[in-house]
């Protein structure tokens, strides 16, 4: 919805002060007061300024603006419009007016829904299918032509050029891929905060990270699948849903983690919907970052994101991995297990967007994609009679010669 209020405050600054307590201001009824940020919590300033009369709370930052944080039941109390401004435009405006000025609020429209959402499901999906492909197509040639899993994609002839040095040899395609993977990461670690257009490499190391993960880490059969999975379905659950009441402010640990301290809004843990921090605080580069493409308004503020956590895409993926090592234990030509999961990852995941859209909360995602996964795999499994080798996995199929 689009709030426009056509009222016009007078703008009363006080950008000396803090407003962390109530001193000498005097009353500010029906004016709209500017102060700085910092000393205390917004909701704190919001309650002063609303004790005094102020009608609108401007808070000046010399940072990048961020979404505030506070103390929810603090802020239920506060009954004022609360909006950030640059500190560097307050001075430019009181420089042009020197007279006095009044101020007019306005907050963009902001649909529920967002095309940043089909983006991210795609890269999500793509990831853990790649994924789970390239684990399984690495056994498939290690158990037909014999070879090292992890020469068996090396063209031949793809070592004559190289490097030798105090009898060691290094080829000289695996130098410029160090080369160009340091660079990538240099890059990234100067230019981390600059959100215009970081997030692109982000995503693209953070699908290169989850390929590897998946295609180097394996899990041997089902009931190692079934234990990890579940494990981490309750820490997600935990750590979304029960740390916000163990925190001082409410937020979720899971939350700040992935978007450092100083973040606040509406956020998802799974597919989070934040306003981006500030360059002022790190990031640890943990999640897929897509901008919101109908946050326009918002974006000349702050960059809008929809976040995805690594771990939604890897803890699902070593089990969509783990299907497609089984289809080729058990020579399935079809594949049926690895796609089989592999679509119930999309619709778990499809799952949790669409709870968080209709409730307009953080939602983890383990807690939708796991029971996807799991229940589908195993359903698979009884259905076709092959349960109790799916779930002993890989030391049954060789007692039984299909290694």
Avoid at 84 to 95: E, I, K, T, Y
């Amino acid at each position: 919805m689009c709030v426009c209020v056509q009222v016009s405050y007078p703008l009363r600054s006080l950008v000396s002060s803090q407003l962390c307590v109530r001193g000498q201001q005097g009353s500010l009824e029906g004016q709209a007061v500017v102060v700085m940020r910092g000393g205390c919590d917004f909701s704190q300033k919001a309650l002063v300024a609303q004790d005094l009369g102020a009608s609108v709370l401007l808070i000046a930052s010399v940072d990048n603006l961020v979404i505030p944080s506070a103390n929810d039941s603090e802020l239920r109390k506060v009954k004022i419009p609360l909006a950030l401004v640059r500190h560097r435009d307050v001075l430019d405006a009181l420089q042009v007016f020197p007279q006095g000025m009044e101020v007019r609020l306005y907050a963009p429209p902001v649909p529920p829904f967002d095309a940043s959402i089909i983006i991210m499901l795609l890269i999500a999906v793509f990831t853990v299918t790649m994924g789970g492909f390239w684990s399984g197509a690495m056994m498939h040639k290690s158990k037909f032509q014999n070879i090292d899993p992890y020469d068996w994609f090396c063209a031949p002839g793809s070592h004559l050029l190289s490097v030798s040095c105090r009898e060691r040899s290094v080829s000289v395609r695996a130098l410029l891929l160090a080369a160009v993977c340091i660079t990538l990461s240099v890059i990234w670690g100067v230019y981390r905060n600059d959100n215009r257009w970081i997030w692109i490499l982000q995503d693209l190391l953070g699908i290169a990270f989850c390929l590897n993960f998946l295609k180097t880490i394996s899990l041997s059969n089902f009931k190692i699948c079934v234990i990890l999975l579940s494990l981490l379905l309750v820490y997600d659950v935990f750590f979304v849903f029960i740390t916000p009441f163990l925190t001082p402010n409410g937020e979720s640990i899971m939350v700040q983690v992935a978007l450092g301290p100083g973040a606040g809004g509406k956020v998802s843990e799974t597919l989070e919907v934040p306003g981006d921090n500030s360059s002022s605080y790190e990031k640890l580069p943990v999640v897929m970052r897509i901008p919101q493409f109908s946050a326009l308004a918002q974006n000349l503020c702050m960059m809008q994101f929809s976040i995805l956590g690594y771990g939604d895409i890897i803890i699902p993926g070593l089990l969509v991995a783990y299907c497609h090592r089984f289809d080729v234990w058990m020579e399935n030509s079809r594949r049926i297990y690895f796609i089989s999961c592999a679509v119930a990852y999309a619709v778990g995941l499809v799952l949790t967007f669409a709870v968080m859209l209709l409730s307009k909360m953080g939602q983890p995602a383990l807690l939708y994609l796991v029971p996807c996964t799991l229940l589908t795999s195993a359903a698979l499994a009884c259905v076709r009679k092959e349960f109790r080798l799916f779930w002993s996995g890989s030391r049954t199929c060789q007692v039984r010669g299909f290694l």
